[in-house]
């Protein structure tokens, strides 16, 4: 059982399953899957590059683990768009589940970011989203299919989680 977690465009984090890198195409919604790894190799961040309509919005939850578990700063840490699936990999390279003591590290790390560090995370992400100048409006909105990969997911603790 490979145990992942899915962040949701909109803030919520979930606990599901994927078993393949395909699994984890289809979470992210098929799109060109592109992964970034923390920088002790433990934590591999899944995500789509593309900027489909209902990928355009920064996950600011997702980009601020990938801020607590990486070298980068505020103003240099990349915004990941979309849903972003965090998983971890065996010696082989391959695919494996995070295990409860990397859940609970992640959480620790979540925990760890400064006031500071997510202000100036902020800015970033105001600063991207006025350059690229297109606003989402009402018709742009996802189609609802993005809904059939999130029913296979299950709410994950929210004393870990939540804000």
Known sequence: MNTVLYFSVYGAVYETRAYTTADINQLVHDHGLHCLTSADRQ??????????????HVNRKATELLLATTAFTPKTVPLLRGCVVVATHDADGELDGLSWQQLDRLARRDRSLTKQQRRALGRHINRADGRRNDPLTPAARCDGSHHVAVSRVRATSRRAWSE
């Open 43 to 56: 934590f591999d961040f899944w995500f789509s590059p593309s900027a489909h309509s209902c990928q355009r």
